[in-house]
């Protein structure tokens, strides 16, 4: 099955700082890699999809990168908002489509 | 606009049935996929399985085969996750979530209901 691994676990940053979040494949998943925002008590967020494509309405402080097994997502100016534990998801190889462990963007 | 709406949260006791819901609106249910995600307390995603409801088409994932059963009434643009013995640990929030594009396969979520929390105690 395939693995999703996601570092760092915790990422601490100040408003403004870049973020660059990182996800490993344990077998290549092609683009087909996304990832999501999740804030307390709320359901995850479509951030990024197709490695790189922004989903509807995000803003374009985000950005995704990466093919294979090897995948960044950057926020390039950390806004207050953006603090949130985010996730990476292959789609590729399925089921299942595995989610990696998360990572959290704190102050 | 697209909505997922689930039901309510539930608190029950191990070894009851259960079956929690999710309705779709503001587009055609029936050539979307639908998939359900647990989060347990604290705890990070995990993908439990997806079902296609215009031919009720499902997979699971190998660690919730035999432990859940999914299921679609297209009649009435609803979802179904449903345990036949819950244990206490099936304590979790689950999300129904619909696939980004019509029809397609290899597609992320791109709408999510807003979680219906399962609360499994004696």
């Known amino acids: 099955e395939m693995v999703m691994t996601q570092s760092p676990a915790t990422l601490s940053v100040s408003p403004g700082e870049r973020a660059t979040l990182s996800c490993r494949a344990s077998?290549?998943?092609?683009?087909?890699l996304a990832w999501y925002q999740q804030k307390p008590g709320q359901p995850p967020r479509l951030l990024i999809y197709?490695?790189?494509t922004r989903a509807t309405g995000i803003p374009a402080r985000f950005s995704g990168s990466g093919s294979g097994t090897e995948f960044t997502l950057t926020i390039s100016s950390l806004q207050s908002e953006d603090f949130a534990v985010y996730y990476c998801?292959?789609?590729?190889?399925?089921?299942?489509?595995?989610f990696g462990q998360g990572t959290k963007v704190e102050i | 606009e697209v909505q997922l709406v689930q039901s309510g949260a539930e608190v029950k006791k191990p070894g009851e049935s259960l079956k929690i819901s999710c309705k779709g609106s503001?587009?055609?249910?029936?050539?979307?996929?639908i998939g359900w995600v647990r989060q347990m307390p604290g705890k990070g995603l995990e993908w439990m399985g997806i079902?296609?409801?215009?031919?009720?088409?499902?997979r699971y994932s190998p660690s919730f085969q035999g432990q859940v059963t999914i299921s679609a009434d297209k009649s009435i643009n609803t979802a179904y996750l449903q345990w036949s013995s819950l244990k206490a640990s099936d304590t979790a929030i689950y999300y129904c979530?619909?696939?980004?594009?019509?029809?397609?396969?290899?597609?992320?979520?791109?709408?999510w209901g807003q979680g219906t929390l399962v609360t499994v105690s004696s």
């Open positions: 979530a619909r696939n980004r594009i019509q029809g397609a396969t290899e597609q992320p979520f791109d709408s």
């Open positions: 503001g587009y055609s249910f029936t050539t979307y996929w």
């Open positions: 079902i296609y409801p215009g031919d009720s088409d499902t």
């Open positions: 077998q290549s998943v092609s683009s087909n």
């Open positions: 197709g490695a790189s």
């Open positions: 998801q292959q789609y590729n190889n399925w089921p299942p489509r595995t």
